[in-house]
């Protein structure tokens, strides 16, 4: 048998708030979302960095 609300506890719970015990799906998508969006950011900032290196590299490596 379920506890009884509180009488000042509102009835309508809005549907992003989980039950004691179940998963929360939207902190879970929420933290998928953030982890791919700062691996995404690292990469490009990575990428930019060997962008701007590579004719370095490109000169002293060369030979001349």
Do not use: N, Q, Y
Not at 7 to 20: D, K, Q, S
Not at 40 to 64: D, Y
């Amino acid at each position: 048998m379920p506890e009884p609300l509180h009488p000042a506890a509102i009835h309508h719970v809005p549907p992003f708030v989980t039950a004691p015990g179940e998963t929360d799906v939207l902190c879970i998508v929420t933290a998928f979302f953030v982890l791919f969006a700062v691996v995404g950011i690292v990469h490009a900032v990575i990428l930019r960095i060997h962008a701007l290196l590579l004719p370095i590299k490109a000169l002293v490596f060369s030979g001349r």
